[in-house]
């Protein structure tokens, strides 16, 4: 059985993706957003975390989180969050994907997401913007929109509205985001 180690540390800043099951295009509907926001809720009135910045995408999502200084589990957060937007879904009529996976029916998962998660730890200032960027660039990168502004499903407007970004920030058009560096150091 492999191992995955993961870096854990008080008061950490991680960057996570997380993926349907087969790549399931789900989340943008409605009924998974709304799902998906009580999940983050309700997890956070639990245990305490900062969304630093999300995008949320047909299949997967990627985010920002930061942990209470003496804190170091977000894979029981991430557990939790998987669970409960599940029941959710399917108990809203959202469809589960059928596994023949022996594994997956021995832990009586549900075919609504991927086992696992990606998660990066936030090194430093410049990694933290990076990633920043990646996220609210992902919609463009994706081929969904011509501007990050054009995507409602991120925390892109959020940093507009801090001055963070401009509203023409991440166009396309205008040929000023380039992420094919980050390709080694993001995970989707």
Not at 7 to 32: E, H, K
Not at 140 to 164: E, I, Q, T
Request: charged residues 25%.
């Amino acid at each position: 059985m492999p191992h995955y180690r993961r870096s854990y540390i008080p008061g950490g800043i991680y960057f996570f993706t997380v993926v349907t099951y087969q790549r399931a295009n789900i989340l943008c509907t409605d009924t998974a957003r709304s799902a998906l926001r009580q999940a983050l809720i309700a997890c956070r009135e639990r245990w305490p975390f900062e969304t630093v910045a999300i995008v949320l995408l047909g299949d997967h999502l990627h985010t920002i989180w930061r942990l209470p200084s003496d804190d170091t589990n977000y894979s029981h957060r991430w557990s939790w969050i998987k669970g409960e937007f599940s029941k959710a879904w399917l108990a809203a009529g959202g469809a589960e994907r059928r596994s023949t996976s022996t594994s997956r029916s021995i832990r009586r998962e549900r075919g609504v997401w991927q086992r696992r998660f990606w998660e990066h730890t936030i090194r430093d200032e410049k990694d933290l913007q990076r990633h920043i960027d990646y996220i609210h660039y992902n919609p463009v990168r994706h081929g969904l929109v011509d501007c990050a502004g054009a995507y409602p499903y991120s925390s892109f407007h959020r940093y507009v509205d801090m001055d963070v970004y401009s509203r023409d920030w991440g166009c396309r058009e205008h040929g000023v985001m380039k992420f094919d560096d980050l390709k080694t150091t993001v995970g989707e």
